[in-house]
């Protein structure tokens, strides 16, 4: 079973960047689809921003629009959220996530804190 793991969360000032990999056990190329998600505590899952592989068409939500970017490196296996001009409300779990065959995968998420 395709295992996914998350990494390059930590704690940035305002303004920084960061870049999170998911780094997937098996090879992404069938993969359908990649994205990824975060949560706050109490509060559910929002979709940060997806890149759909047949049309290699990439969507964020409106309010990372032009800040954050998806990319992905198949011969890595690996799919990243570069992540600049980072805010404060940018704050929270990342989890990335991979559509293939029919099956969703989640990485186990790394952790996000944008504070001065």
């Known amino acids: 079973q395709l295992q996914l793991e998350d990494s390059g969360g930590g704690l940035v000032q305002p303004g920084g960047s960061l870049r999170l990999s998911c780094a997937a056990s098996?090879?992404?190329?069938?993969?359908?689809?990649f994205a990824w998600f975060r949560q706050v505590p109490e509060k559910e899952y929002e979709l940060v921003g997806c890149?759909?592989?047949?049309?290699?068409?990439?969507d964020y939500r409106d309010s990372v629009k032009g800040r954050f970017t998806i990319s992905r490196d198949n011969a890595e296996n690996t799919v990243y959220l570069q992540m600049n001009n980072l805010k404060p409300e940018d704050t929270a779990v990342y989890y990335c996530?991979?559509?293939?065959?029919?099956?969703?995968?989640w990485g186990r998420g790394t952790q996000v804190t944008v504070s001065s």
């Open positions: 890149l759909t592989v047949n049309t290699g068409t990439t």
């Open positions: 996530y991979i559509y293939l065959a029919g099956t969703y995968y």
């Open positions: 098996d090879s992404t190329a069938d993969v359908n689809a």
